[in-house]
């Protein structure tokens, strides 16, 4: 199995900033898009931003400008640098992959736990 654990998540005031991190493990032979999603209860879980293998990224409007994605093939890793944060980003953050577990397998979509980030006034 696969499995995607985030971190970095927490309180921050307004103008602040956060690096939120999550590493996949498990049997894994590639991972292909990674992104970044974001949902607030009661609202639909809404893609913030996308890495490709070959790094290339896209973001949604509310995180141009303001927020990284980035990703460390070597660890497994992507993350998500988020500065000059407004209340309006509070929610649960979540990442995600398309992961090859076999060189002959199709990819999967995993989801990690979520992890919370709120932005205080």
């Known amino acids: 199995q696969v499995q995607l654990k985030e971190s970095g998540g927490g309180l921050v005031q307004t103008g602040g900033s956060l690096r939120l991190s999550c590493v996949a493990s498990g049997t894994i032979f590639s991972i292909e898009t990674m992104r970044w999603f974001r949902q607030v209860p009661g609202n639909v879980r809404e893609l913030v931003a996308t890495v490709d293998t070959g790094g290339s990224t896209a973001y949604s409007d509310p995180a141009k400008d303001r927020f990284t994605i980035s990703r460390d093939n070597a660890k497994k890793a992507v993350y998500l640098q988020m500065d000059n944060l407004y209340p309006e980003d509070t929610a649960v953050y979540y990442c995600?992959?398309?992961?090859?577990?076999?060189?002959?397998?199709?990819?999967?979509?995993?989801w990690g736990q979520g992890t919370q980030v709120t932005v205080s006034s």
């Open positions: 995600n992959a398309d992961v090859r577990m076999t060189a002959t397998s199709k990819e999967s979509y995993y």
